[in-house]
């Protein structure tokens, strides 16, 4: 059995409740204004980092991911926001310190996020980019092509592990909401089913009543007739 969307499965392009996306919005929005603060902070307090490039995608990303979805493109931001903070985390984690780079815990996130929106083979080109990833960054750190690990502060762990968890909370419960209007969607149709199932029970014995009617008629009929 194929592997659906959640959009597909709906029938509904929205796969998010209205809260739902407002809230999502609001993150990505100030998911944008901080990574430009924070890049911004960084780069002047000395010469270009390889971090500034994460900070950058993130605003881009999360800045197209914000008009997507206050266009009501709900699917398509989330589309956005999955694939160009992966490539994004990749990259960055490239030029920082390879496996040892923080951003790379948003990995698992960002692969429940897009199997909820885009199916089985979406999560399957992630999941097989991520594994030649990490292979690859074992042969580089092995062959000491990756920079050296950068020292960071508690309050950039923070900040990082923060708005994973604040995402994964958003779509966790947007999921959940999913769920359970597919659930009941599901029950409606079911019980619509056993009603009309019912009806035509009982429509079957009706006219098998009437034709056993008939034929006794036609039986004790006189000749004539």
Do not use: H
């Amino acid at each position: 059995m194929k592997l659906q969307s959640a959009r597909q499965l709906s029938g509904n392009p929205q796969v998010m409740s209205g809260d739902s996306v407002v809230v999502l919005r609001r993150l990505t929005l100030l998911l944008g204004i901080g990574s430009l603060l924070i890049g911004g902070a960084v780069l002047a307090g000395g010469p270009f980092n390889p971090r500034n490039l994460g900070f950058l995608s993130a605003t881009m990303v999360a800045l197209l991911s914000y008009r997507e979805l206050s266009a009501g493109r709900v699917d398509r931001g989330l589309v956005v926001l999955c694939w160009g903070f992966f490539a994004g985390s990749l990259v960055t984690a490239t030029m920082v310190a390879g496996l040892r780079t923080p951003v790379l815990i948003a990995l698992p996130f960002l692969q429940m996020t897009i199997a909820w929106v885009q199916g089985r083979r979406a999560v399957g080109a992630m999941t097989a980019i991520i594994v030649v990833y990490l292979v690859a960054m074992v042969a580089a750190e092995a062959q000491g092509l990756l920079p050296e690990p950068v020292p960071r502060s508690s309050l950039a762990f923070m900040t990082i592990y923060g708005i994973t968890c604040l995402g994964a909370a958003v779509m966790s419960l947007s999921m959940a909401d999913d769920f359970r209007r597919q659930l009941a969607s599901a029950n409606a149709l079911t019980d619509a089913l056993a009603r009309k199932d019912a009806e035509r029970a009982r429509s079957e014995a009706a006219l098998q009543e009437s034709e056993r009617r008939f034929r006794s008629m036609i039986e004790w009929a006189p000749e004539t007739i």
